[in-house]
């Protein structure tokens, strides 16, 4: 997060000689050529940015706000209304909030977005929206339909993140549930989803 208010894009180009790595970024086939970033702001008034993303030929960017909305940066500008607002249901601070979604692959047809927050209780909701049928940049949070509840001990280490795979599976990051150390020893546990990378097949039933 550069900014708590800002969204910058990296931009990376290639810009000449190989060698300038150190052994750590060697490809299969050599040293991986020099690379140079640089940070170009692309809009302001955000409230605690934390995730950018975007359905597959989509222009718009989709900007997750901790706070519990999803806000669309279209053509340079920030459109003054949330595509998503869920700051009723969003408990937000520290390592908690609305962290991230993710567009069905289908989204193109479908409409189907996917959002991962903690909810007001401190534990992890993962529900499925849909954008609504006359405005392209609105959901109706009243679409909710719930995919998956994880209780969480701690406040902090919810992890968050969702993303499609290639395989077109749903995959959701879970943190070990919090304090320090994994001290439930959660990372190791198979009685509990806490601490695992999961895989669902959210086109295979209700809710998966």
Same mark, same amino acid.
């Not at 700051?87 to 520290?94: E, M, Q, W, Y």
């Not at 879970?174 to 086109?203: A, E, F, I, M, W």
């Given at each position: 997060?550069? =900014?708590?208010?800002?969204? !910058?894009?990296?931009?990376a180009?290639?810009?000449?000689?190989?060698g300038?790595?150190s +052994?750590?970024?060697?490809?299969p086939?050599?040293?991986?050529?020099?690379?140079?970033?640089?940070?170009v702001?692309?809009?302001s008034?955000?409230?605690?940015?934390?995730?950018?993303t975007?359905?597959?030929?989509?222009s718009?960017?989709?900007?997750? +706000?901790?706070?519990?909305?999803?806000?669309?940066?279209?053509?340079?500008?920030?459109?003054?209304?949330p595509f998503l607002?869920?700051t009723a249901k969003v408990?937000?601070?520290? +390592?908690?909030?609305l962290? =991230?979604?993710? !567009?069905h692959?289908d989204?193109?047809?479908?409409g189907y *977005?996917?959002?991962s927050?903690?909810?007001l209780?401190g %534990?992890?909701?993962? +529900?499925?929206?849909?954008?609504?049928a006359?405005n392209a940049?609105a959901?109706?949070?009243?679409?909710?339909?719930h995919?998956?509840s994880?209780?969480?001990?701690?406040a902090?280490?919810?992890?968050?993140?969702?993303? !499609?795979g290639a395989?077109?599976?749903f995959?959701v990051? *879970?943190g070990d549930?919090?304090?320090g150390g %994994?001290p439930?020893?959660?990372g190791?546990s198979t009685?509990?989803l806490?601490?695992?990378?999961l895989?669902? %097949?959210? %086109?295979g039933g209700?809710?998966y």
């Amino acid at each position: 997060r550069a =900014s708590m208010t800002t969204a !910058f894009v990296l931009l990376a180009a290639s810009v000449g000689a190989a060698g300038c790595f150190s +052994e750590r970024t060697l490809g299969p086939l050599g040293p991986l050529p020099e690379v140079t970033l640089r940070a170009v702001q692309v809009a302001s008034g955000l409230s605690n940015p934390l995730y950018l993303t975007a359905p597959a030929g989509d222009s718009r960017l989709f900007v997750v +706000e901790q706070t519990g909305r999803v806000r669309i940066i279209r053509g340079g500008a920030l459109l003054a209304q949330p595509f998503l607002d869920l700051t009723a249901k969003v408990l937000s601070g520290g +390592e908690r909030g609305l962290l =991230s979604i993710a !567009f069905h692959p289908d989204y193109a047809t479908n409409g189907y *977005l996917y959002a991962s927050y903690t909810d007001l209780a401190g %534990d992890t909701k993962i +529900e499925r929206y849909t954008v609504s049928a006359t405005n392209a940049d609105a959901v109706d949070a009243a679409t909710a339909q719930h995919v998956l509840s994880v209780a969480q001990p701690y406040a902090n280490h919810n992890g968050g993140l969702v993303l !499609f795979g290639a395989d077109g599976m749903f995959y959701v990051g *879970l943190g070990d549930g919090g304090s320090g150390g %994994d001290p439930h020893n959660y990372g190791q546990s198979t009685s509990t989803l806490l601490g695992k990378l999961l895989r669902l %097949d959210v %086109d295979g039933g209700t809710p998966y």
